[in-house]
Nanobody, 118 residues
Framework: QVQLVESGGGLVQPGGSLRLSCAASGSISHINAMGWYRQAPGKQRGLVAGITSDGSNTYSDSVKGRFTISRDNAKTTVYLQMNTLKPEDTAVYYC????????????WGQGTQVTVSS
């Protein structure tokens, strides 16, 4: 089992910044990727950014150049630095942890609300 605890959401004005954090605990060795999805009202959940165990990053086209995913050296906490936020970034952001083939998963955090509004 892997537990994920998110923090850092909130209300920010357009053009502002926020940083989300996601701390993993439990069967850390099972994780081979972590990242963030988001879901806006009436829309499907979609990938925002991800990072694999070897450090490879991926971003959705809508956030490239504005968002940066990173992690700590222990690979137990992943961060999402969000800059130049836009109203269309408003959503619930979910941390996820992908696991190695044959193991239980993926795992999801409880979600954190990000609202971009003036």
């Amino acid at each position: 089992q892997v537990q994920l605890v998110e923090s850092g959401g909130g209300l920010v004005q357009p053009g502002g910044s926020l940083r989300l954090s996601c701390a993993a605990s439990g069967s850390i060795s099972h994780i081979n990727a972590m990242g963030w999805y988001r879901q806006a009202p009436g829309k499907q959940r979609g990938l925002v950014a991800g990072i694999t165990s070897d450090g490879s990053n991926t971003y959705s086209d809508s956030v490239k150049g504005r968002f940066t995913i990173s992690r700590d050296n222990a690979k137990t906490t992943v961060y999402l630095q969000m800059n130049t936020l836009k109203p269309e970034d408003t959503a619930v952001y979910y941390c996820y942890a992908g696991t190695r083939v044959g193991l239980p998963g993926p795992y999801w955090g409880q979600g954190t609300q990000v609202t971009v509004s003036s």
